[in-house]
């Protein structure tokens, strides 16, 4: 069903209306969700572009990160340096799908959306999710719209968990898969980042216990801050920012500052305060603990079975300064998932490369993509 503005508001409490393209897939079947009870009916909404072969083999799934949404392509897309005319991933030659994950609120189901039962938000009633959860809801998805099988999962961060479960739980349906800058496992460092987050939102005073009518915003933005920090990488912050002053400008959030700060508070403040104008506090906080939940290992086996059992071509892209999700991480996948190899990009900017370095990535992905390609044309 083609959604506009008015329809998205409709079905859940968003804070971004969503372009026109914006689509919607409705699960009307409660889901089982992995740590108990069941949520439905679920609303996914999503964009596409290019066209399904009649084959129904061309499509790629583009798999966002933490606070990322489905529009990844288009004038203000954000993976058009790799998604686009004349990008490795082509809308001339690929059926290019992107949907917005369960639990956030950007027009697919979560904490901001309203509890059918109840008519406002769940915020903090929101049951616990995991990547497993955003993963089966995107299967039924994609079952929908007659894909049969995924020339390609991608994704970046909580994007790449969720491409590396598409390899366990469904890899019949997958050609090939392109997890970057992610792990096997969340790491006790990434769960402490995280923990600090969801700490600053939950004692921010309007927090109430996650039924809020005004969002914590101060909360938010500092989960934002510290989780940006954790993004980059020292080298990236000193040549960018260095001890460089700039006059305050216009900061709506932490008005106690006066008179010049550091470049890099500076930059800090308004990337949190950008946030809290595009993101729900619930939703983050749920998100958040999603990505903690990541565990390919939970209810399989060791890390050498379940690596081992991978079937499918898999490229781990590694970022060589990345601070969250350092590149031994997807070493480790790539030695010991059969059919994995591992790319590494070349960047000072950390984790964050993912979205920056567009060129080296598109390079790698076109030779990935040239290598599928052939190999089920032989076929
Ligand atoms: N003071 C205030 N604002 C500043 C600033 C300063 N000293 N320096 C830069 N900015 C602002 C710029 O004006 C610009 O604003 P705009 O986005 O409204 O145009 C913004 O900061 C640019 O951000 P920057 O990080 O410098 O851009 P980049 O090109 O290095 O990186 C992105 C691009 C998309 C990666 C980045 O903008 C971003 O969104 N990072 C967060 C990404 C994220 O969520 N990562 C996922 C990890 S899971």
């Known amino acids: 069903m083609k959604m506009d503005s008015e329809g998205l508001n409709k079905d859940c409490l968003l804070i971004w209306s969503g372009p026109q393209s914006m689509e919607l897939f409705s699960a009307l079947e409660p889901m089982p969700l992995e740590f108990g009870g069941h949520l439905g009916p679920v609303n996914v909404a999503y964009e596409t572009w290019g066209q399904l072969n009649d084959r129904g083999d061309n499509a790629i799934l583009i798999c966002h990160a933490l606070t990322g949404n489905a529009h990844a392509l288009g004038p203000d897309g954000w993976w058009t340096g790799i998604a686009g005319t004349g990008r490795a991933i082509d809308p001339q030659r690929h059926f290019i799908i992107c949907s917005n994950i ?13 509890d059918s039962c109840r008519g406002h938000p769940w915020q903090m009633e929101f049951p616990i999710i995991s990547v497993r959860d955003l993963v089966r809801l995107q299967y039924e998805w994609v079952v929908r ?10 994704g970046g961060s909580l994007g790449g968990m969720q491409a590396l479960e598409w390899a366990v739980m469904y890899p019949y349906m997958v050609m090939l898969a392109v ?59 000193q040549s960018r920012f260095g001890r460089d002053v700039q006059e305050l400008a216009v900061d709506t959030l932490f008005t106690e500052a006066i008179g010049p700060l550091f470049k890099v508070e500076s930059y800090l403040r308004y990337q949190g305060q950008k946030l809290v104008e595009r993101f729900d506090a619930a939703c983050y906080y749920r998100l958040t603990q999603a990505l903690d939940s990541h565990d390919l290992l939970r209810g399989r086996g060791t ?11 898999v490229q781990m892209i590694g ?20 059919r994995a190899h591992y790319t590494e ?24 993509l040239q290598e599928i390609e052939e190999s089920e044309d032989k076929q």
């Open 319 to 338: 970022i060589r300064s990345d601070m969250l999700y350092p590149v031994t991480e997807q070493k480790e996948i790539a030695a010991l998932a059969p």
């Open 145 to 154: 719209l007659g894909i049969r099988q995924l020339l390609m999962v991608i």
């Open 179 to 237: 997890p970057i800058a992610c792990s096997a496992r969340q790491s006790a460092w990434c769960i402490g980042l995280n923990e600090v987050g969801r700490r600053a939102i939950a004692a921010d005073p309007a927090w109430h216990g996650g039924f809020y009518d005004k969002p914590p915003a101060i909360g938010l933005a500092l989960a934002r801050m510290i989780a940006m920090i954790s993004y980059r990488s020292p080298a990236s912050f």
């Open 102 to 114: 369960l639990g956030s609120c950007y027009g697919t189901t979560g904490p901001a959306s309203p």
């Open 303 to 313: 890390l050498t079975d379940v690596l081992g059992a991978i079937s499918i071509p």
């Open 345 to 368: 990009i070349d960047s000072a900017d950390g984790h964050d490369a993912f979205l920056i370095e567009c060129e080296q990535m598109n390079k790698y992905l076109a030779d990935f």
